[in-house]
């Protein structure tokens, strides 16, 4: 039961992520585009393999919400990829809350979506953290709280 729930909260993640690379998408430079979609296609292709993971486990996948609250304005280049990178972020520890409690096969998958968040996240920021989905040891001192003005 606890693997489902994991896998539900990942599968919502994933929805969350296309919906949210759908704003990144229109505020992103033309430099910067070829990197949302590549993010975006990835998203969904997870969002995909989640939703039947859930199914072969014998629960309903989680739909998707109709439109989700963003933490930010998202109006420009900058804040697209402030929020490309908190999207990652978050994916990351929703997919390290999977590694805790996956076994076998799955749990090598869900490290590796925590993998590809991580290095998303930080190819976004141009930063890393020191331990990527784990928010309690990662030091976000640095973090900026919210875009600059």
Same mark, same amino acid.
């Given at each position: 039961m606890e693997t489902v729930t +994991?896998?539900? +909260? !990942? =599968?919502? +993640?994933e929805h969350a992520a296309v919906y949210g690379y759908g704003v990144v998408g229109g505020r992103i430079g033309e430099d910067r585009r070829s990197d +949302?979609? !590549?993010?975006?296609d990835a998203h969904r292709a997870r969002r995909d @393999?989640? !939703?039947r993971e859930v199914r072969d486990l014998g629960a309903d996948p989680v739909a998707a919400s109709a439109g989700y609250a963003l933490p930010f304005p998202v109006t420009?280049?900058?804040t697209a990829v402030l929020f490309a990178a908190e999207?990652?972020?978050? =994916?990351a520890g929703v997919y390290a809350d999977l590694v805790r409690s996956a076994r076998g096969a799955l749990r090598g998958t869900a490290a590796e979506a925590l993998r590809?968040? @991580?290095?998303?996240?930080v190819?976004?920021?141009g930063e890393s953290v020191a331990f990527p989905g784990l928010a309690e040891r990662a030091d976000t001192s640095s973090a900026p709280a919210a875009p600059p003005a």
């Open positions: +994991a896998l539900q +909260a !990942a =599968l919502a +993640a +949302a979609r !590549a993010a975006y @393999a989640l !939703a420009d280049r900058a999207l990652e972020s978050r =994916l590809e968040a @991580a290095v998303r996240a190819r976004w920021r």
